[in-house]
């Protein structure tokens, strides 16, 4: 079955950077795009970026001077890096696959921003 | 970026009560999705492209709406269907989600 399984840092500290790997399963990274989205009590659920099938990426603009998204195929493996991490950056960051449409989702990694 | 306005914020329904929830964009979108998510849990896709049922999902929901205006409706409130339902976009970039509606049982 579809899975997609997240693992990365809950705490980080001001002004470093986070790392999160989605590893995926049950579907190719060739065949799919993967979005990551955050979710805070402040701001609900906001967008951050995608990569698709063919490996382009889109990111939102808001957040496009510090996040990086890449993949490894052979690996099942996405790669989210945002750097310059400040307080109001925790949340819950999430993986979710898109085929046509956002239809799975990973099940979250917690992220506090503290020092 | 285009704004997804979901109304009420907060709903309560009794069994059996028929609900309806409204996502308004404040530009034209070709499709709306909703997802539902329940406390300490991932979304579910729920309905996609405005009106099919995401597999699962219990035919008393339903999907309607056109341009600006969508919305999702439960023909019978049931227990399980207590949740917070978001709305979400991706006809223009960026993607973006609607604040939620929380349902509660009555």
């Known amino acids: 079955q579809v899975q997609l399984k997240q693992s990365g840092p809950g705490l980080v500290q001001p002004s470093q950077s986070l790392s999160i790997t989605c590893t995926v399963s049950?579907?190719?990274?060739?065949?799919?795009?993967v979005h990551w989205v955050r979710q805070s009590p402040g701001k609900g659920l906001e967008w951050l970026g995608v990569i698709w099938s063919g490996g382009s990426t889109d990111y939102n603009a808001a957040f496009i001077s510090r996040l990086s998204i890449s993949k490894d195929n052979s690996k099942s493996q996405v790669f989210f890096k945002m750097n310059s991490l400040q307080a109001d950056d925790t949340a819950i960051y999430y993986c979710?696959?898109?085929?046509?449409?956002?239809?799975?989702w990973g099940q979250g990694t917690t992220l506090t921003v503290s020092s | 970026e285009n704004v997804l306005t979901q109304s009420p914020a907060i709903m309560s329904a009794s069994l059996g009560e028929k609900v309806t929830m409204s996502c308004r964009a404040s530009?034209?979108?070709?499709?709306m999705y909703w997802y539902q998510q329940k406390s300490d849990a991932s979304p579910k896709l729920w309905i996609y492209y405005t009106s099919n049922l995401a597999p699962g999902v219990p035919a008393r929901f339903s999907g309607s709406g056109s341009g600006n205006s969508y919305s999702l409706t439960i023909s019978s409130m049931e227990g399980e269907d207590a949740a917070t339902y978001y709305c979400q976009q991706f006809t223009s970039s960026p993607l973006t989600f609607g604040a939620g509606t929380k349902l509660e049982l009555k």
């Open positions: 049950g579907f190719s990274l060739t065949s799919y795009g």
């Open positions: 530009s034209s979108v070709n499709y």
């Open positions: 979710a696959r898109n085929g046509y449409y956002i239809d799975y």
